[in-house]
């Protein structure tokens, strides 16, 4: 399971669940923005901050509006570019239910 979600802030309660809940073939994408923390040290996860989006090789990093709910794609591009075979999205403010991480 891949899971994307945005954030501007540092690890809430939801993504540390998230976190505890995934096993080693799996992975949360977390895409900071402009006002978002620096870092991000959860297990099973992938961090990329606003000056690392513009780094990546997708024309659309260097497009996407600061500040925009949109940059989450680069979130579904990552996981895609890593082999996802099924990605889920949430955000860092959701605690999920028990059937959140059931199969689908």
Partial sequence: MHIVLTTIQPPTRATHQLADRLRDKDTLWVIGDKKGPASYKLPH?????????QKLPFDLARILPENSYARKNLGYLLAVRNGADCI?????????????FEAR
Avoid: G, H, K, M
């Avoid at 996860?45 to 989006?53: E, G, K, N, S």
């Avoid at 889920?88 to 959140?100: A, I, K, Q, R, W």
């Fill in 45 to 53: 996860t992938r961090f990329y901050p606003l000056a690392a989006q």
């Fill in 88 to 100: 889920v999205e949430t955000d860092d403010d959701n605690l999920t239910y028990s059937s959140f």
